[in-house]
T-cell receptor, first 112, second 116 residues
């Protein structure tokens, strides 16, 4: 059973709309991450957080924003969606150190 | 900085064929090493890991041995099945950098298709 949940799984939305992708985990992990996955499958880190009220931009520039008001919740927001935002978005969390990440099932976003 | 170089795909095999996906790494010290698998339409799942040199991680018939001397962690399976069709990622665990970040370092992924 998944301990990290992403909603929605699939989203088709019109250009210019504001959207929020949800990510929640029940493991009490401090560190959470958002990845954008391109069609070639490569993963690009776009945002991460070390804990409540901590957010940082990742390696790939993104027009999205994130917040971390609660440990378990790490939503990603696009203020004005564009077709270039069409992608798979993956959320992950970890307690850090030598442990791996736990990933959500992803949100596949299509902007038309 | 730390990095992972993974064999580029796509890889197409027939059922029961032998699989090798190469992975080499550059890292400070001797980190744990991971293989993740992503089935179609899903997120990534941890497939196996090794925590120190000469360790062998194994799961679902897949194996990978942590080779310090060649800085490699190649993924192998003796007889693949159609259900093994997926994308496979080699990874180093979160590294604490000078900036204080802890980010998992991924390879670019190798897409495997197994035909019946």
């Amino acid at each position: 059973e998944a301990d990290i949940y992403q909603t929605p799984r699939y989203l088709v939305i019109g250009t210019g709309k504001k959207i929020t992708l949800e990510c929640s985990q029940t493991m009490g992990h401090d560190k959470m991450y958002w990845y954008q996955q391109d069609p070639g499958m490569e993963l690009h880190l776009i945002h991460y957080s070390y804990g409540v009220n901590s957010t940082e931009k990742g390696d790939l520039s993104s027009e999205s924003t994130v917040s971390r008001i609660r440990t378990e919740h790490f939503p990603l927001t696009l203020e004005s969606a564009r077709p270039s935002h069409t992608s798979q978005y993956l959320c992950a969390s970890t307690q850090g150190g030598p442990n791996g990440y736990t990933f959500g099932s992803g949100t596949r976003l299509t902007v038309v | 900085g730390d990095s992972v170089t993974q064999m580029e795909g796509p890889v197409t095999l027939s059922e029961e064929a032998f699989l090798t996906i190469n992975c080499t790494y550059t890292a400070t010290g001797y980190p744990s090493l991971f293989w993740y698998v992503q089935y179609p339409g899903e997120g990534l799942q941890l497939l196996l890991k090794a925590t120190k040199a000469d360790d062998k991680g194994s799961n679902k018939g897949f194996e990978a041995t942590y080779r310090k001397e060649t800085t490699s962690f190649h993924l192998e399976k003796g007889s693949v099945q159609v259900s093994d069709s997926a994308v496979y990622f080699c990874a180093l665990p979160p590294q604490i950098t000078q900036g204080g970040s802890e980010k998992l370092v991924f390879g670019k992924g190798t897409k495997l298709t197994v035909n019946p």
